[in-house]
């Protein structure tokens, strides 16, 4: 707006463009908080004065102050007072005003920089270094104690680092002093000059940062922002808060204390821990003690007496450039470069709080990390990274797409060949078309993604063509059931379900239909099981079959019969041994189920007929005694208890005697009540299975025995089970269940003798269904035939097997009419679509006249298919120019004219593609004019070329000069290559380009001299990686071949010799004394051969004489030591069917000097027996001795032997803190002292209570079994 005055009327609240007081007009809102609004304003009465800095910050206070008059008045008083506080890191206050719409408002000095908040913000878990955050600090302080000093003294109550300003000039600023609490008076005098209002109630307070008492509500204090000082104190030192987020009541309720600081002294730590005291009375009184003790002392002085004033080095080294934002890009930079796949999408996250420009760059590192591990990664890495690929923003996501382009396309590639691979056994086509697909989406001109899909559809194709194959040889051979030889069908069925779960095959009638008629035909040799195996299987794969239903009806009911025949014998068997022995009514009862058995399989079986004669003696006696007692109901529930094994007359007859209407006429009532009953209940719930069978025939039989045979009720029951039967029968037979309802018949005509003409008609339209049904299945088959047929064509036509194809095409010419659609068009044109495939693939080898030859044999199955015919005039005219084409290339310049006419008549018959041709054809004949050595040819060429092209532009530029005399250099220089000496080549390469540059043999001599020192250099090279891998003799392989490519190379020669010096690395590490006990890698061998190892020893630190650690052994010298060194020096015989890990005795001292003399001469080291002290020193180990005394000395108990009396094997007994095994008992060892050879340590026979580190005595020298020794190796340097 300018600098116009004019007034600016408002009726809202204040927004950028408005003017206040006609003064301060509204540039820019640069903040909002708690207690209001922030703008950038221009101040006109500055802009009048020609004021250098014209701009004021404008604080808007909100809505809350005019609702709190007094505190707006004790406001107004303390930025008055503010206006008073002068100083550099306090913010200058200009104005407390309000405009005529009543706004309050504060004019402040206006700064550029930024916002303490924001700096530490992106110190966030690192901090500053400590004499960076002091200099804040100190400016801080300086600020504080300013205005705790003034008169009256200023309380900021707001303390934080929202409140404090970083300028561009590098000064400290504290603000918003105007807007916090006076400090009061314990007691306020009458009309002092006090504010009492609660900034925490206009939301000038923050609880972060605000101490105990002020949460309490207690008086302002100085100490209030010693405490919040200490906070910021504390997150510049550390980048986070003492307590976190939690206010100071709730840090002190849990008992909270600050983490120490790294790099801060002990006095400066408790100075820090002062000012975080939650108690006043335990915080730090002041401003200038607080920043006293929190100041190292050799800096105190020049710190406080000097830093009014800072200058702009701070503000430098924060914001131009930005330190705290480089070091956390750095350390985000250095974290991405080793980042696991996983890291990288939160460090990018991270990446997110630093400047755009970082973010870039941290976004381009973290994305080539991603490309990185994608290329070099596994499966997994690279699933793992495109999914993180797939979150990024989309140049990001292409960029990763694009530069690891091959790794995703082998990933892709290599889960779709995982999931269909026929020759590995693996089918799931579907999952490897969708990778395929995913992979076409990412890499929509991918050549690669196009080849694998067509080499999987061909390979999936070639693969259904002979499933179909197997699939018919299979249902024409019978193989229907599993054959762990030969092939079968279940093994091609379950391919293709694997392969194509939808596949016409698996839902073929013909399969169907040969798995019932092969049922069918085992049946009729009476092979149940074999059948009833194959209807099963079949029922599986079509469970809706109607003959495979029908026959497991059959099956079921032939087996029931088998099984009856079965019982039939095991029944007759077992009670004809029974009977004869039974003699009481309770044996009967044992045979009651068989007996029942028996009458339903067979119930003229002689066996029943004497059975019942047998319980009929037992039985009759006893029933007389109850008639003539009159106890009719207990006769009659003897009775009954033998129903099943009495017959129906004798049964009848005497129920008469028993239920006879005189005598019992209310028990008579009441039986035949109970099984009418029980009838009645059947026939409602009719089951049709052979226990309700059974369970209605014995209902009705009983109540037969109490009524007349004639009963009306009876007869009435009995028809109604008589329909009922022909009512089940009928709807089994309307389901095509023909078997099922034949079975109903036969069992319902024997409930319902009388309805013999109904079940007969029944069955007579049953047969008729049957007859029909069977005619009309013989037409399903037949056209499942035909359709089987049709599937393989097409099958055999995708598969390119064009031979198979058409033999099956004429076998449906035999079935279907000749005007069926599918022989017209279908079929034929299937069959030449595989020719055209073929045609085009031999189109692409140039073979043009395999394409038509297969290309006519398609027009003679499918003459009416466009695409053949236009296939064919495609490659016709393809010929032509082929074979001009031919000419062109081989025939001599002589002959060459005489295709000046083949080449007119091409122009004129395709003129459209000629054009294209005539280039092919002209760079055809350049090529061959380029490459004639003899320049007579190549003008001869030339001339013919522009007299069969005449106007081509190309053969105007061709230019035929006469060839250069060979390079006299370059040939010695390829001289020298061939002999390998490349230093030399190279040399004479230099000299022949300062002689006859620019000579053709120049650039033939360095292509191929830049090619063998290429792959010199490569053999070079692999050598360092040999030697990573710690493998010798492959580096001077690698050298020596490198040398065998350029033979003159000082540096390879040089190398070589280095290599083939031998080794003198010491294994045994001074680093690692003393650590012998706790890891195999603490301890150190010699390689005696390449392969065996010296004597196993371990690193003790320096003593007993020796300024540097020395080795010695871990344990006694074994008879394995030994027998190592009689094999490889030959110096002695090895100790044969000895325990190899016995300390090795009975050897003379001279023997273990040789035996260390040897050691040292094979390893370059210096092996010896130890000096005594030496000894004692490796033993003793700082007294750090195993616990208990468990060594291999002697121990009797009752003249016993417990302990000792032999050695044992070297590596049993305890070993002390630096590794060392048996230094006491076992076997006394020899050392060397000034007196001559001793030995320590005891042996197996010295008394446990005397054997010790201590044990000392002379020794002659001489071999005993109670002797050995360990040998001591120094280490050089």
Known sequence: MGTTTASHRISHEPEVGDILNQRFELVEEIGRGGMGVVFKALDQRKVEAKDRKPYVALKLLNESFKQHAASLMALQREARKAQDLKHPNVIGIFDFDKDEHGNYFIAMEFLEGSPLDKVIKKLRGTGMPPEQALKLITEMSLALGAAHNHKPGIIHSDFKPGNVFLTQDGEVKVFDFGIARAAKPKIPQAGSDVTAFDASTLGALTPTY?????????????????????IVAYELFTGGRPFGRLPATEAKNKGLRPERVKGLSRRQWKGLQRGLAFEREDRTPSVEQFLDELTPKKSRLPLIAGLSVMGAGLLGWLLVPDYLEKQRATELAAQIESAKLAQIPQLLENATELSPESQRLLSAKAVARLIGIINQGTQNQVREGLQITEKLPPDQKREVITSAREAILTYYISLADAAFSPQEGSYDYAAAERQMALAGALFTDSIQVFRTTQRMEDARNDLLNRLDSRFNENLSAGRLLPDPVMDDMADVLGILRQLDPEHPLLTDPRLANAYSQQASNLLAKNDVDSAAILAETGLKQFPDDIALENLAARIHLMRNKEEAQAL?????????????????????RGVEKPLEQLRLIQPTNPLLSQAEAGLRKLLQPRLERLIAQEAWSDANTLLKQFTGQLSSDYMRGQQKRLLDGKRAPELLAQEIAERKQTIEQLTTGAKFTAAWERELNTALNSLDNLIEADDPWLSKQRERIGRLYLQ????????????KAGALLSQGKRFAPTMTNRFKAERGLLTSAESAWEQENRERIRLARVEGAKQSLLTQA??????????????????LPADDPFLQVTGPEAIGGAYLRLAKRRAKRDDFAAAIKLVRHGLTIAPEMPELSEKLGDFQRKVEFQKVGKALKKQPPKKLHAQKAELQKLQQKYPEQYPVAEKKYVALLIKRIENAKNPAIATSLLAVARQLFPDNRALTKVVITKPLKPSIIAARGLTAVDAGRLSEAQKLLQEAKKKESGHPDLARLGKTLKARQDQ???????????????????????????????????????????????????RC?????????????????????????GPIMVVVPAGAGNATPYAIGRYEISVGDYNTYCRLSGKCKPR????????????????????????????????RLPREDEWLHAAKAKGRQPTGSDFNCLLRSGGSVVKGGAPIEVNVAPQNAWGLFNFVGNLQEWVNSPNGTKVRGGHFNSPADTCSINLSQKHGGGADKATGFRLLREIKG
């Open 210 to 230: 605000a101490s105990l008492g002020m949460l309490e509500g207690k008086d302002p204090d100085p100490r209030d922002d010693i405490y919040a000082l200490a």
């Open 798 to 815: 995708k598969a390119n097997d064009v031979t198979q194809a058409s033999k099956t095409l004429q076998e449906l010419q035999q079935e």
């Open 1136 to 1167: 044969s069917g000895k325990n190899t890990k016995l300390p090795l005795n009975n050897i003379s001292l001279q023997t273990a000097q040789a035996y260390a003399k040897w050691l040292t001469g094979k390893t370059g080291h210096t092996y």
């Open 568 to 588: 039939l014998v095991d029944l007759h068997r077992d009670l004809k041994q029974r009977l004869p022995g039974i003699d009481t009514l309770d044996g009967y």
């Open 728 to 739: 089940q029968a009928e709807k089994e037979r309307s389901a095509d269940q023909f078997a």
């Open 1069 to 1093: 590490n001074p680093k690692y004394a003393g650590y012998g006990k706790r890891s195999s890698k603490f301890r150190c061998y010699d390689l005696l051969d390449g392969k065996r190892r």
């Open 1016 to 1066: 010199a250099k490569k053999h070079f090279s692999e050598h360092q990686t040999a030697l990573k891998a710690k493998d010798r003799k492959q580096a001077i392989a690698k050298v020596e071949q490198a040398i065998e490519l350029w033979n003159d190379n000082a540096t390879f020669k040089k190398k070589l010799k280095a290599l083939q010096q031998p080794v003198s690395k010491d």
